[in-house]
């Protein structure tokens, strides 16, 4: 079981930076590849980023690749979302989510592959 929880949320002007960290809980973090997602109101969740257990392989969505920065601290068992030259679109609920990291296979862009979900923190990017 791995319990995760995310923060670092809040209000922002447009092209302004916050870094959002996602805090696991369990023994065998090292093991799980994390992703972010987020969801604006009223929209579905998307994929925003993921890192591999290692931390070596990153990969992340059109929409914040250059902006966007996926890392972790396996040490402290946490994952960091770095937000640069943020934008009003940026805004939405953020949510981390693991799941066991499984030798050949993808990392995973659709939230039906990760296992365990964070309850989010809001990021709201004011014009």
């Known amino acids: 079981q791995v319990q995760l929880v995310e923060s670092g949320g ?3 002007q447009a092209g302004g930076s916050l870094r959002l960290s996602c805090a696991a809980s369990g ?3 090292s093991s799980y ?6 969801q604006a109101l ?15 392989s990153t990969y992340y969505a ?13 040490a402290k068992n946490t994952v960091y979302l770095q937000m640069n030259t943020l934008k009003p679109e940026d805004t939405a609920i953020y949510y981390c989510a693991a799941h066991a990291h499984i030798p050949g296979e993808a ?14 923190t809001q990021v709201t990017v004011s014009s």
């Open 10 to 12: 809040g209000l922002v």
């Open 27 to 29: 023994r065998t973090f």
């Open 33 to 38: 590849t994390v992703g972010w997602f987020r």
């Open 42 to 56: 009223g929209k579905e969740r998307e994929f925003v980023a993921t890192i591999d257990w290692s931390g070596r």
């Open 62 to 74: 059109d929409a914040v690749k250059g902006r966007f920065t996926i890392a972790r601290d396996n």
């Open 107 to 120: 990392m995973g862009v659709f939230s039906y592959e990760y296992d365990y979900w964070g309850k989010g």
